[in-house]
Nanobody, 120 residues
Framework: QVQLVESGGGLVQAGGSLRLSCVASGNNLVINAMGWYRQAPGKQRELVATITDEGNTNYADSVKDRSTISGDNRKNTVSLQMNSLKPEDTAVYYC??????????????WGQGTQVTVSS
């Protein structure tokens, strides 16, 4: 059974920063990509940032200039540092882990989600 455990969410004032962390665990777990998605009330889940085991990163345009994703593929961990937070960053943030091959997702896993609320 695979588990993704997130930490670091909470209430932050606009302009502030936070760091989200996630660790994936499970027997014979083989993943090569991790990242974060988010879902705001009434909206679809959207990409925030991902990182591969080769260090390739992908960011949503809305966060790329103020966020940094990092990961340790040996430990199956991923972190997201977000700065200059805005009220529109308010959402439930989900950790994501996947095994990808040639652009295709073979399997993926999701965390339970952690709430981030940015007050104006």
């Amino acid at each position: 059974q695979v588990q993704l455990v997130e930490s670091g969410g909470g209430l932050v004032q606009a302009g502030g920063s936070l760091r989200l962390s996630c660790v994936a665990s499970g027997n014979n777990l083989v993943i090569n990509a991790m990242g974060w998605y988010r879902q705001a009330p009434g909206k679809q889940r959207e990409l925030v940032a991902t990182i591969t085991d080769e260090g390739n990163t992908n960011y949503a345009d809305s966060v790329k200039d103020r966020s940094t994703i990092s990961g340790d593929n040996r430990k199956n961990t991923v972190s997201l540092q977000m700065n200059s937070l805005k009220p529109e960053d308010t959402a439930v943030y989900y950790c994501y882990a996947a095994r990808r091959l040639a652009g295709t997702t073979i399997y993926d896993f999701w965390g339970q989600g952690t709430q981030v609320t940015v007050s104006s």
